[in-house]
């Protein structure tokens, strides 16, 4: 697969790792150098620096082929706006966002965007871990809670 991730921070990094390892062709967007040294010496991707909301930097990263797009940056902001642009222009069929505000996150998957809401996810984990209850799927530990519904 054709995979954009836009961010090499600890998530983005990580991901690009693991999906290089397997085989898969991925293209990195970050706009700080510095943090591209996460990846190692031999990471096996494809670096573009700049911002994923940025056309010209999505083309560069080949977005038009891409089969997938990680928006991960730390900027709910800038993930949710790279997401909106890489559906709709670019129709990239897999295309998801890390989304550290949980309402948000419910407000966008209500919109038909996969969110994964980090606080959630390891909160929930964590939870199961200590109750000794079996491991939940994404969608469910990405549910808000009733006590933070509005």
């Known amino acids: 697969m054709n995979v954009v991730i836009f961010g090499c921070g600890r998530t983005g990094s990580v991901l690009a790792l693991q999906l290089a390892a ?3 062709k ?3 967007i970050e706009q700080n150098p510095d943090a591209l040294k996460r990846l190692g010496k031999n990471h096996n991707c494809e670096i573009i620096i700049g911002s994923g909301i940025d056309e010209d930097v999505l083309l560069a990263a080949n977005i038009e082929n891409a089969d997938a797009f990680f928006a991960v940056t730390r900027g709910d ?3 949710l706006m790279a997401a909106q642009i890489v559906r709709m222009k670019y ?3 897999y295309v998801c966002v890390k ?5 948000r996150a419910e407000a966008y998957r209500k ?3 996969e969110c994964v809401t980090a ?3 390891v909160a929930g984990y964590m939870r199961d871990w200590l109750m000794k209850e079996p491991f939940k799927t994404l969608d469910t530990y990405n549910e ?3 006590e933070l519904e509005f």
């Open 144 to 146: 808000l809670p009733p």
């Open 119 to 121: 606080s959630s996810l």
């Open 91 to 93: 129709k990239v069929p």
């Open 111 to 113: 919109l038909g965007y």
């Open 26 to 28: 991925v293209w990195v």
């Open 99 to 103: 989304v550290a505000d949980p309402h």
């Open 77 to 79: 902001n800038s993930n």
């Open 22 to 24: 397997r085989g898969h």
